[in-house]
């Protein structure tokens, strides 16, 4: 279930007001970076292209018709840690990603929200599981680099990192010199929850449907939006 703000007004103002560092995820909350350039496709690509070095036996079934891109990623990494294979793999990720940021769609109201965050001088940084290449491109092309320079703290080669890991949520509290319980961060994964909880950073959920909201909800987030607009109306109150 979704909590509407408009019946939890203190909750979500108490998540905010006390947050001098906002962190947020990349891919959900800012904009649905494959949403002309399918996630799923880019997933069986990377697979076909193990395979079509010979290596039809590393991935598990289920690794294999998982769709995910960093499902992928992850297993090779597990697998082959740190060796040329998992290189070119992620590079080839960030390609991928970097045709995908061309086509995303903006999350509704969040460019003026991320713009008003920053006008009323609370500071902004992306903590995400995609390529930090990836998301100053995009960012670049909505006019929003300046809100967020230079903390962005995305995928690198070591990819045991990833979130769930708090390791690029660490990396951004530590720029910043921000205490974990003065930051906030905007996901929409169980696996952003986790990272949160793992850096001790208080979590907002943002859902843009049921089921990823009851996912959210399962995973122990007490506040989740199906809009950034209420948000964005508590700001500029």
């Keep these: 279930m979704t909590i509407e703000t408009?019946?939890?007004?203190?909750?979500?103002?108490d998540l905010t007001g006390r947050a001098r560092v906002v962190l947020w995820d990349f891919d959900g909350p800012i904009c649905r970076l494959f949403a002309g350039h399918s996630a799923e496709r880019v997933?069986?690509?990377?697979?076909?292209?193990?395979?079509?070095?010979?290596l039809h036996g590393l991935l598990s079934e289920t690794e294999r018709e998982s769709l995910d891109p960093h499902v992928v990623l992850r297993a090779v990494d597990r697998r082959h840690p740190g060796s040329d294979l998992v290189a070119e793999l992620e590079e080839r990720l960030t390609q991928e990603e970097l045709r995908a940021a061309t086509s995303a769609m903006p999350t509704p109201y969040a460019d003026p929200l991320i713009r008003t965050w920053a006008a009323v001088?609370?500071?902004?940084a992306i903590t995400t599981n995609n390529s930090p290449r990836v998301v100053r491109t995009y960012l670049a092309g909505r006019g929003l680099a300046d809100c967020f320079a230079p903390h962005i703290y995305g995928r690198t080669r070591e990819l045991h990192h990833l979130k769930p890991h708090?390791?690029?949520l660490n990396r951004a509290l530590n720029a910043m010199g921000v205490a974990p319980g003065d930051a906030l961060m905007i996901g929409d994964t169980p696996s952003d929850r986790e990272a949160a909880e793992g850096a001790g950073v208080p979590f907002l959920g943002y859902a843009r449907n049921g089921r990823k909201a009851g996912l959210l909800k399962a995973a122990g987030a007490d506040v989740v939006l199906d809009s950034l607009e209420p948000l964005l109306r508590?700001?500029?109150s």
């Design 6 to 13: 408009e019946n939890d007004p203190h909750e979500l103002r």
């Design 43 to 54: 997933a069986s690509d990377l697979v076909s292209w193990l395979e079509s070095r010979g």
């Design 121 to 124: 001088g609370s500071r902004l």
């Design 166 to 168: 708090p390791h690029c």
């Design 234 to 236: 508590l700001l500029r």
